[in-house]
């Protein structure tokens, strides 16, 4: 949502250790002693398993604030970015067990993407709160930084600058979604220096409300495109990667977050359906002709005179779903926003 919503959010939902919901502070192996898996939830060919308990730590020893997205590397370790200043990246085997942590001390810490440079693996995390984004080696090293942009109208101030995602393009080029700032999408070659920007806030098709998350689609390998959010109009908006609209995905009842692809298909959390608060979020899974196949956590896809009709949570699997990562053997593993600081819920492809 935009910042200044999700404020008002944060100001007036009732929290959610008043809602009964604990989460156990034990070590990993007293936590993971007996594997619990419970619902089945999904549709059609995309049926899933739920295991709440497999990211659950020690929270003194291992905290987590808002759990916010999640990358696989090459070794197949996951890698969660979340907001705790203690430890910005928790490293996970796919045991569930935390191999490493460490931090940014970024208390905005927010967008995660994983790139390959040169046979070597980097991080781009944003910061929305301290109007960053930085580049880091795997184990936190920092490669370089960027502030609020400077030469382009509008950015003024540095707090204009709220930065949520990076999509790496296929030259190494990148781009920044400044979706809780300005809404624009913003160029930059893979040194880190300014070379265009599009978008902004507004009605158009070439424009956003709320661009909250963008990725690199290379399904057509010779046609690659950028995939973005524009959250609160439940849309993804299709672009060249020069910044020229193609099409535009309508979702209704989806407060849709970051893009991912895997294989064929597209994934996404819904963080909202109906009511902020409510935590009546869900996962979405589409295919190359932009069809819901699946809604775990949901209803069914329903579809009349080919429209997509609005979704509904089963109030059960997931709290504040905030993105989704898809292993190679297709599970999911979704990290939550505002949910009792709470760690990743895995889905387990049946």
């Not at 009964?20 to 619902?39: E, Q, V």
């Not at 497999?54 to 370790?77: A, L």
């Not at 930065?163 to 809780?180: I, L, M, R």
């Not at 905030?322 to 053997?329: A, Q, T």
Request: a neutral charge; one cysteine or more.
């Amino acid at each position: 949502m935009k910042k200044q919503n999700r404020r008002k959010f944060l100001k007036n939902t009732t929290i959610i250790s008043g809602l009964g919901l604990a989460i156990p502070h034990s070590s990993f192996g007293i936590l993971h002693k007996k594997r619990l898996t419970g619902a089945i939830v999904g549709h059609g060919g995309f049926r899933y398993h739920v295991d709440k308990d497999w990211g659950i730590q020690d929270s003194s020893k291992i905290p987590v604030k808002d759990c916010h997205e999640m990358v696989q590397d090459r070794k197949g370790r996951l890698i969660l970015v979340t907001n705790h200043t203690k430890n910005n990246v928790l490293i996970y085997d796919r045991s569930g067990k935390v191999l490493d942590t460490w931090t940014l001390n970024a208390s905005g810490a927010h967008g995660l993407t994983i790139t390959e440079e040169g046979g070597e693996e980097f991080l781009f995390i944003t910061d929305s709160d301290n109007h960053k984004v930085y580049k880091t080696t795997l184990d936190g090293k920092v490669i370089f930084e960027l502030n609020t942009p400077a030469g382009i109208k509008g950015y003024t101030k540095e707090k204009t600058f709220n930065p949520t995602e990076v999509a790496v393009g296929p030259n190494g080029d990148f781009y920044v979604a400044d979706g809780y700032g300005r809404n624009l999408i913003i160029r930059y070659s893979y040194k880190g220096e300014y070379i265009s920007h599009f978008g902004g806030k507004g009605q158009r098709t070439d424009q956003f409300d709320c661009c909250h998350g963008v990725t690199l689609d290379s399904r057509d390998k010779s046609n690659p495109t950028l995939l973005i959010t524009s959250r609160t109009a439940h849309e993804y908006k299709r672009f060249t990667l020069d910044g020229q609209h193609l099409e535009t995905i309508q979702l209704p009842g989806c407060w849709n977050c970051r893009p991912v692809i895997k294989g064929d298909y597209l994934y996404f959390a819904i963080l909202v359906t109906e009511t902020w608060g409510s935590y009546d979020g869900l996962v979405a899974i589409l295919d190359k002709n932009n069809k819901v196949v699946s809604f775990p956590g949901g209803s069914a896809p329903e579809y009349i005179d080919d429209k997509l009709q609005a979704p509904s949570s089963d109030y059960e699997t997931f709290l504040n779903p905030h993105d989704v990562c898809i292993d190679n053997d297709e599970n999911i593993y979704v990290p939550q926003w505002y949910s009792g600081k709470t760690y990743p819920v895995k889905l387990e492809r049946i």
